[in-house]
C-alpha cells in the first residue's frame, strides 16, 4: 500500500459517478478505469489551477505525460456508486511533478496512486522546464 499518511488535505476533488461502461460484467471497475478516473482529475485539477493542457501545448510548447504509475487496487468501486478522486501535489522537479491520487468511497480508500508527471516540448518530446507559470503555481500548491 502508498504512503498515504504523510498527506493532510488533498488538494482537488472531482467526484466521478461510476457508469455501466465502466464496470466489468460483474459490475465492478474494470482495473484501467481507475487510471481514468485519476487522469480525469489531473487534468480537472490543472484546469482549477488556470492551465488547459491544449493551451499549455500551443502557447508553451509544452506536453504534460505519465512517467510513472504505481497503483495500489484495494477495494472494488461498483456500477452506479459515486466515488471522490483525490488530487495532491507531493513534489516538484524543474521537468516534473508528482501527485499523490486517491479515489474513495465516502471515507472508505478504493485505488490509490502515485504518478509521476514530466513535461515535454511538444516538437521533440524531449524533457523541458515545466512552464514558468505552471511552476510557479505548482510552488503555491505545495
Avoid at 522537479?93 to 479515489?103: E, N
Wanted: charged share 25%; aromatic share 10%; net charge neutral.
Amino acid at each position: 500500500m502508498l504512503d498515504l499518511k504523510t498527506i493532510t488535505l488533498p488538494a482537488f476533488i472531482l467526484p466521478v459517478r461510476v457508469y455501466y461502461e465502466d464496470t466489468d460484467a460483474g459490475g465492478v471497475v474494470y482495473h484501467s478505469n481507475y487510471l481514468k478516473f485519476m487522469e480525469r482529475a489531473r487534468t480537472e485539477w490543472l484546469r482549477s489551477l488556470g492551465f488547459e493542457l491544449d493551451e499549455l501545448a500551443q502557447r508553451e510548447g509544452a506536453l504534460f505525460v505519465v512517467r510513472s504509475a504505481n497503483v495500489e487496487f484495494l477495494r472494488p468501486a461498483r456500477f452506479n456508486e459515486l466515488v471522490n478522486v483525490t488530487v495532491t501535489l507531493s513534489k516538484r522537479r524543474s521537468a516534473s511533478f508528482t501527485l499523490m491520487q486517491q479515489i474513495r468511497r465516502a471515507d472508505e480508500p478504493l485505488c490509490e496512486g502515485e504518478i509521476r508527471i514530466v513535461c515535454l516540448d511538444v516538437s521533440s518530446f524531449t524533457p523541458r522546464p515545466l512552464p514558468d507559470a505552471v511552476a510557479a503555481r505548482l510552488d503555491g500548491a505545495n
